[in-house]
């Protein structure tokens, strides 16, 4: 079956780490993004990507960072950087930007 | 720019009542429209979407929403809800054209109550 494949599930990181988040996508999408979710803000935009080898910035990348060396995966990294790192985090892929949206299942990460 | 209001963060209704959750939308060109569902700790599936022609659309379990232009709204309703329906539902925006960023609303949890 095709989708959207998020890994871990649940993760953990101790202050100070950098933690990269898996998404891999066999839907044959162009477009990947991803997507922080807290509660009572819905979900805001990190980065997202239209095509391999490129990527931009979302309205909230500051402490993250991507790369999309093939089409089908798009791996996100939460840095030191990033102050507030606790959240569920969603990889979603589209035919095109604006096209309707496959999400992932989530990956919950805790700094603990 | 686009923006998406759910006015209701949360809605609590009886089972086998009828649902409206509300979405308004901002945007200075035209738009596609969806509606999304989220259950606990999974990812967001679509429930329906507008994209043209027949400003009411509905999925297969029930829910409709009616595209309305003139009050910038897509609002969700279903005449009988069940437990099942107990969830998170998201309304978002993009624009047909230009930049075609997707917008989410902050979401509007749907609580049934038996």
């Known amino acids: 079956d095709g989708g959207i494949t998020q890994s871990p599930k649940y993760l953990f990181r101790k202050e100070g780490q950098n933690v990269t988040l898996s998404c891999e996508q066999n839907l044959n999408h162009d477009a990947m993004y991803w997507y922080r979710q807290d509660p009572g803000q819905g979900l805001r935009l990190i980065y997202y990507s239209q095509i391999v080898n490129d990527f931009q910035k979302g309205d909230i990348a500051e402490g993250y960072s991507v790369s999309r060396e093939k089409k089908e995966s798009f791996p996100l990294t939460v840095t030191s950087a990033q102050k507030n790192p606790t959240a569920f985090y969603l990889c979603a892929s589209s035919v095109d930007r604006g096209y309707e949206a496959f999400f992932g299942q989530g990956t919950r990460l805790t700094v603990v | 720019a686009q923006s998406v209001t759910q006015l209701d963060s949360q809605v609590p209704v009886f089972e086998e009542a009828p649902v409206e959750l509300r979405c308004n939308y901002s945007s200075s060109v035209s738009v596609y429209l969806f509606w999304y569902v989220q259950y606990p700790n999974q990812g967001l599936q679509l429930l329906l979407k507008?994209?043209?022609?027949?400003?009411l659309v509905k999925s297969i379990n029930g829910f409709e929403a009616e595209f309305n232009k003139s009050q910038t709204s897509f609002h969700l309703r279903k005449p009988s809800v069940h437990i099942s329906d107990t969830a998170e539902y998201f309304c978002a925006v993009s624009a047909i054209r230009g930049y075609q960023k997707v917008t989410f609303g902050i979401g509007t949890k749907l609580q049934v109550i038996p």
């Open positions: 507008y994209l043209s022609g027949s400003t």
